[in-house]
T-cell receptor
C-alpha cells in the first residue's frame, strides 16, 4: 500500500507570495492533519480534516488554511508569506476517527518551504 | 491541556549500549502515548503506541517503552544500539474525545558512536 505522498518536496517563495501544498493520504484513510516543524518551535499542529470537514485547528493565524477533497486528498495554503513561515510542513493521515485519539499518524516526507 | 517533556535534546551512546530516551507527560485524563522516529529528510514513522492495553509496549526495530502512571512517564528503551538507530525521536500524547490536538515533545537526537 502506498504511503502518504506530499508534493512538492521543496519550495522557495518570496515574502508576500502565497503557496499551496498537497497531500495524498494512504488509501482508506479519512483523516488528514498538517504540522509545521521548525528548529525553534518543534512540531506544531496546524489543523486536521476528516471527511472534508475541519475538525481541529492549532494556534496559527488565518493565513494558514486548508481543505480536503472527497477522495481525502488535502491541500494547505499559506497566504502573504512571512520569513518565519520557513519550515518543514508535514502531512499525516490516520485510519480511525481522530476523536478516538489512539489512531497512529502516518506521515509523509514533508514539503520544505523556504521564504526569502 | 496535555504536554510532553523530553529530557535531553541529544543522547549519545556507543554501538551495542543501552538506549534510554526519556518522556514525561502531563494530562488530566488517561492519555494515549506514542513514540515516533524521524530520519533525515523524512517524515515521522511510528515506533510504538500505548493505548492502555499493556503497560510495556513493544515496537519496531527492537524498541520498547513502559508506561508508568505514577511517574507520568513513557520512556523508550532498546537493549543494544545499532548505528542505524541514529535519528530524531519524538514522544507524543493525545487525548480521547473532545478537541483532539496531538502534542509532540521537542525531540531527542540519538547519536550512535561506533
Amino acid at each position: 500500500k502506498a504511503g502518504v505522498t506530499q508534493t512538492p518536496r521543496y519550495l522557495i517563495k518570496t515574502r508576500g507570495q502565497q503557496v499551496t501544498l498537497s497531500c495524498s493520504p494512504i488509501s482508506g484513510h479519512r483523516s488528514v492533519s498538517w504540522y509545521q516543524q521548525t528548529p525553534g518551535q518543534g512540531l506544531q499542529f496546524l489543523f486536521e480534516y476528516f471527511s472534508e470537514t475541519q475538525r481541529n485547528k492549532g494556534n496559527f493565524p488565518g493565513r494558514f488554511s486548508g481543505r480536503q477533497f472527497s477522495n481525502s486528498r488535502s491541500e494547505m495554503n499559506v497566504s502573504t508569506l512571512e520569513l518565519g513561515d520557513s519550515a518543514l510542513y508535514l502531512c499525516a493521515s490516520s485510519l480511525g476517527a481522530v476523536r478516538s485519539g489512539n489512531s497512529p499518524l502516518h506521515f509523509g516526507n514533508g514539503t520544505r518551504l523556504t521564504v526569502t | 491541556a496535555q504536554s510532553v517533556t523530553q529530557l535531553g535534546s541529544h543522547v549519545s551512546v556507543s554501538e551495542g549500549a543501552l538506549v534510554l530516551l526519556r518522556c514525561n507527560y502531563s494530562s488530566s485524563v488517561p492519555p494515549y502515548l506514542f513514540w515516533y522516529v524521524q530520519y533525515p529528510n523524512q517524515g515521522l514513522q511510528l515506533l510504538l503506541k500505548y493505548t492502555s492495553a499493556a503497560t510495556l509496549v513493544k515496537g519496531i526495530n527492537g524498541f520498547e517503552a513502559e508506561f508508568k502512571k505514577s511517574e507520568t512517564s513513557f520512556h523508550l528503551t532498546k537493549p543494544s544500539a545499532h548505528m542505524s538507530d541514529a535519528a530524531e525521536y519524538f514522544c507524543a500524547v493525545t487525548l480521547s474525545g473532545g478537541s483532539y490536538i496531538p502534542t509532540f515533545g521537542r525531540g531527542t537526537s540519538l547519536i550512535v558512536h561506533p
